[in-house]
């Protein structure tokens, strides 16, 4: 079978960065960012979260090829901001929202958990 190894698909090869930035010569203000060993699902939450900024003209993400374990993220902004500025931010803001996701998910199987042992 031609298929790589399952292990490449999420393990960032020795010397290799998870992130790497490349600025667009042609588009003001404008960025690619390419993320190692993510795929439609990170790539996806990222690219809505960037469109809730509203110093985020453009922001999409694309895979090259399914058998290369990475996206690759544009984004343009504002002159107010710059895209280095609007990725931290997204990740920043998704950080904490799945945080707040988190702590509502054990608050409520706590909850559950104390039901079942007072026989509700």
Do not use: C, W
Not at 43 to 67: C, E, S, T
Not at 82 to 87: C, D, E, L, R, V
């Amino acid at each position: 079978m031609n298929a790589p190894d399952r292990y490449e698909r999420f393990v960032v090869p020795e010397g290799t960065k998870k992130v790497s930035y490349e600025r667009d010569t042609k588009i003001v203000n404008a960025a690619s960012f390419t993320v190692e060993r993510e795929d439609h699902t990170i790539g996806n939450i990222l690219r809505m979260q960037l469109h809730r900024d509203p110093n985020v003209l453009f922001a999409g993400y694309k895979l090259p090829h399914p058998l290369q374990y990475k996206i690759i993220v544009r984004i343009q902004t504002t002159s107010q901001s710059s895209p280095t500025q609007a990725f931290n931010q997204a990740i920043d803001d998704l950080d904490k929202e799945l945080d707040y996701l988190k702590k509502g998910f054990e608050d409520e199987k706590n909850r559950y958990e104390e039901k079942l042992r007072q026989g509700y």
